[in-house]
């Protein structure tokens, strides 16, 4: 992979913040103090339909673009040639034919059950990349595609066409035991690729399992200033606390030429109009001014078939998309004057979570979008790479994130996300059936806060999930 640059922090104010907090048990990192966590946007909506609401501070004309949006997110996209010209195009190969498909209600997507299909739920593919042969290949991509394969299966094809293979999914069973004896049952996922329809697989595949993640707070996450994620970035753990958050170094399609990346499991794509047209291309063979070609490879034969125009999906559409993307509020805190979620509030920060789920930031000015500018926002995550450990690896490179490192995703509106989707799960492929499971599956960086979280009382592990489910 590429070699990380050295960057220096601008953070080490926090080093003492903390030993202060450790000496005098107070907390490190700022609490939340206002239920309005997406600030001036954040709406009261607490119900299935949570984190499907335009920010509460957007003008009623751009309500309007929020609304074509929503109609070409939400509705399925059809095989060409249709009646339905905006919307052709879908395939040959894909995952979903809708962007709903996979952000159910706009929230987490959920592994498959038993014998079912993933829809919400899909596996990157790549092979071991040389970091001199293929180095222009890694600046651009960030990994080496798969040969035939490409960078994703897919597991779904238009009629005349075959899907790339079937995933399968099982489940291993193992339990993990609490200081005070309680014991709880993880599943670790176990994944096979079956009936691979365009030859064999590569015998040196690397897999990574990627679930949907939630689409609230999107726009505000992106306008946070670039400067303040550099400032917290520590990637040689220069202060000694062992937490090395790192910026991923992405290629930005439109600009021709590298920048920070903060959106994707793996902080690699630098904004949402790109991860969103990254996401028509590879989750539903859409082509569009970004992405002139989908995941189809040439060996697979795609262009016998009609495309819904070049590109498929057209600029004025994209930019709709991107809108909506971008303007999804994020739900109101909750139950913060409860005891117990004020008592979590504290834990969270005393054990360390908030090191890596930074609770609060500010944005810069964004130009057109005063609902977004200036806002103080409680998204809990420093958008940064972090080492998770073996558990969590995918063993999988994306430009400068390795195979263990993860972004910190937000946490804001978690407590809601299975009101949202009852199925969803935590975790970049969704393992975690509950916030508990997903705190116990941290390793890497975040191996001593859980191990304080296991050696806790019963009363003071009740307190941190009543803040989380606060969120």
């Not at 917290?232 to 937490?243: E, K, L, M, S, V």
């Not at 498929?312 to 971008?326: L, N, P, R």
């Not at 005393?350 to 930031?361: I, K, L, N, S, V």
Request: aromatic residues 8%; glycine residues 10%; hydrophobic residues 40%.
């Amino acid at each position: 992979m590429l070699k990380r640059p050295v960057l220096q922090s601008a953070a080490i104010g926090l080093v003492a913040l903390a030993a202060f907090a450790m000496a005098s048990n107070e907390p490190a990192f700022p609490l939340q103090n206002t239920p309005l966590t997406g600030g001036e946007g954040t709406v009261e909506q607490f119900d299935h339909n949570a984190y499907s609401l335009p920010q509460g501070n957007l003008s009623m004309t751009r309500r309007l673009d929020f609304s074509v949006g929503n109609s070409f997110f939400r509705n399925p996209w059809v095989e060409a040639p249709a009646s339905t010209d905006a919307r052709d195009g879908l395939g040959p190969l894909f995952n979903t034919n809708s962007c709903q498909g996979c952000h159910i209600k706009d929230g987490r997507g959920h592994p498959p059950g038993i014998d079912a299909p993933s829809v919400s739920l899909f596996l990157r593919l790549a092979v071991p990349a040389d970091p001199e042969t293929d180095a222009e290949l890694l600046r651009r991509h960030g990994f080496k595609p798969a040969p035939v394969y490409g960078s994703q299966l897919q597991t779904a094809a238009i009629s005349g066409m075959k899907p790339e293979a079937e995933m399968l999914l099982t489940w291993a069973p193992f339990i993990a035991t609490l200081g005070d004896g309680i014991r709880v049952e993880l599943h670790k996922p176990v994944y096979d690729i079956a009936k691979p329809n365009y030859g064999p697989l590569p015998e040196d595949l690397q897999i990574s399992p990627r679930v949907a993640p939630p689409m609230i707070g999107l726009g505000l996450l992106q306008a946070v200033p670039e400067t303040d994620l550099l400032a917290q970035a520590d990637p040689n753990d220069r202060n000694g606390d062992g937490i090395s958050g790192s910026i991923n170094r992405v290629w930005d399609r439109a600009r021709e030429q590298t920048v920070v990346g903060r959106f994707g499991w793996k902080a690699a794509e630098p904004n949402i109009h790109q991860q969103s047209l990254g996401a028509f291309a590879g989750d539903m063979g859409l082509t569009s001014s970004l992405h002139s070609h989908t995941d189809c490879t040439p060996e697979q034969k795609c262009g016998r078939f009609a495309n819904g125009g070049e590109p498929e999906v057209s600029d004025k559409v994209a930019g709709f998309i991107t809108f909506y993307a971008s303007s999804l509020a994020v739900p109101a805190r909750r139950n913060m004057a409860d005891p117990d979620v004020q008592q979590g509030a504290k834990l969270f920060s005393q054990t360390g979570c908030a090191a890596c789920h930074t609770p609060r930031h500010t944005t810069g000015q964004v130009a057109g979008r005063p609902d977004l500018s200036d806002q103080t926002i409680w998204p809990y995550s420093d958008l940064l790479l972090h080492d998770m450990g073996d558990a969590l690896a995918d063993g999988r490179d994306e430009f400068l994130a390795d195979g263990n490192e993860w972004r910190t995703p937000p946490l804001w509106g978690i407590g809601l996300a299975q009101t949202v989707n009852p199925r969803a799960g935590f975790l970049h492929d969704g393992r975690a059936r509950s916030l508990e499971e997903a705190i116990l599956w941290h390793g890497g960086e975040a191996e001593k806060s859980r191990e304080q979280f296991k050696a806790q009382p019963a009363t003071e592990r009740a307190a941190l999930m009543a803040f989380l489910k606060s969120l």
